[in-house]
């Protein structure tokens, strides 16, 4: 899919291919409100519509990424609501059926992320993002909603299952897959290693993307 994108705006990646093949496996979408987390440049806001979604909020900490997601959608007729800011700025709204997420989830020395690097970098153990998304996303869903999440296996996937379960939603893995690693991760990937992120002389991540399923979670209603 080509896609027009802003500098420094996260391009499209596995990652982002992975969480559209795990949202076609589905069932439909249609009339559901869905909410693209971390939006980049809109792809999976445009998959949503395409699967059916009766409206898609786009929520982004970076300008440049929500018009990028605007102009792409625009480019193709689907109308998008735009938010900017943290993906907890979407708890002021009615709550969503769908909730695609592809946040930052590489591990980094650095503690606090900047420039372009927002969008991959989540400090010392890729969790500064996925911590607070596990406990805040059963909170965005609706009675019946669902949502997807994609990262890699660094970040620590038994972590993300164990924290959603903790607040009372149904949490697995739907799909995976095994990539080579990107520039990001060669030029850290001695680093990673010494952290124990890695195997020594690992080349290969494995990414997965985990369902939630928010029925009977008991939690507070704010719809």
Do not use: K
């Amino acid at each position: 899919m080509l896609v027009v994108r802003a500098p420094r705006v996260y391009r499209p990646q596995a990652d982002t291919w992975l969480l559209c093949r795990a949202l076609r496996e589905l069932s439909p979408v249609g009339g559901g409100r869905v909410l693209d987390v971390c939006a980049g440049t809109g792809v999976l806001s445009l998959a949503a519509a395409a699967a059916g979604a009766h409206s898609v909020t786009a929520v982004d900490l970076s300008w440049p990424a929500l018009m990028s997601t605007w102009l792409n959608c625009r480019l193709r007729g689907v109308t998008v609501q735009l938010l900017h800011g943290d993906f907890t700025a979407a708890l002021r709204l009615a709550r969503f059926d769908l909730v695609l997420a592809n946040p930052p989830y590489v591990p980094s020395a650095a503690h606090t992320a900047r420039g372009a690097a927002l969008a991959w970098d989540a400090g010392p153990d890729g969790r500064n993002v996925l911590d607070r998304l596990c406990a805040t996303l059963p909170d965005l869903l609706t009675e019946r909603g669902v949502g997807l999440i994609v990262h890699s296996v660094m970040s620590d996937t038994d972590r993300s299952l164990a924290q959603l379960r903790d607040r009372g939603v149904d949490a697995r893995v739907v799909t995976s897959d095994t990539i080579p690693f990107g520039p990001v991760l060669r030029s850290r990937a001695g680093w990673l290693a010494a952290q124990g992120h890695l195997a020594p002389g690992q080349r290969h991540e494995e990414l997965v993307v985990i369902r939630v399923d928010r029925t009977s979670c008991p939690v507070g209603d704010h719809s």
